[in-house]
């Protein structure tokens, strides 16, 4: 079975731009989750669609948006871009078999804000 | 509030040694979760163990062992005869299904 995929894998954007990042799951998981990397806070859980509807949210002001489409494959979108954005992006799809559910990452976007 | 705490930012070891990264969590949900995950230098975090709230049975898998207390609210991870390839950062994460919480994550340096 493939991996959770993301492209780009590497991204340099000037600020004040957008960016569009795409995550395809696993092969029927339904829940896809975006998370922001930095060294200085880690891993921050950004959110989570699941069927095409946003399930959970975290913390992050509303320049961060995503979206889930009918055949689970996600974006994110980052608008207005700051210093401050570049991180590790990591999508990560969920396999959910009754109460237990596993959760599988992929490679992650760089993205450089210059 | 959930949390995830792992005190260990940095450890090194010489191939061979047997390590422990130990991780500590909070919840007040009675069921839960907690993973750990290993992330090489390409980045991508990769799936190690899963265990549940009601599961305290430890967990041996080749070189790897964990081990789970909930009267310490702790899930450590042990490796056995530490190899150069399991250099990386290892993050323990607790989930309550709607959210997974990190914790910051230990790097391991395994020398030759």
Redesign the interface.
């Known amino acids: 079975k493939a991996g959770v995929t993301q492209t780009p894998r590497y991204l340099i954007k000037t600020r004040g731009q957008q960016v569009t990042l795409s995550c395809s799951p696993i092969s029927g998981h339904r829940s896809v989750?975006w998370y922001q990397q930095t060294p200085g806070q880690?891993?921050q859980?950004l959110f989570?669609y699941f069927s095409e509807t946003q399930?959970?949210k975290?913390n992050f002001p509303g320049r961060f948006s995503g979206r889930q489409f009918s055949n689970s494959r996600s974006e994110m979108n980052v608008s207005t871009l700051e210093l401050g954005d570049s991180a590790?992006y990591?999508c990560?799809s969920r396999a959910e078999t009754g109460?237990?559910?596993?959760?599988?990452?992929?490679?992650?976007t760089?993205l450089t804000v210059t | 509030a959930q949390k995830v705490t792992q005190a260990q930012t940095e450890i090194s070891v010489v191939e061979k040694e047997d390590v422990t990264l130990d991780c500590v969590y909070e919840t007040r949900d009675t069921?839960y979760?907690l993973?750990w995950?290993k992330q090489p230098p390409?980045?991508?975090?990769?799936?190690l163990i899963?265990r549940?709230s009601f599961d305290e049975q430890n967990e041996i898998s080749g070189r790897y062992s964990w081990n789970f207390q909930k009267s310490t609210s702790s899930f450590n991870f042990t490796i056995t005869a530490s190899q150069v390839v399991d250099s990386a950062v290892y993050?323990c994460a607790l989930?309550n299904?709607?959210?997974?919480?990190?914790?910051?994550?230990t790097k391991l340096n395994v020398k030759p």
Request: glycine share 16%; charged share 15%.
């Open positions: 989750s880690g891993l859980f989570e399930r959970n975290g590790l990591l990560a109460i237990y559910y596993e959760q599988y990452f992929g490679p992650g760089r | 069921t979760y993973f995950y390409s980045g991508e975090l990769v799936f899963r549940n993050f989930s299904f709607n959210k997974f919480y990190f914790g910051s994550g």
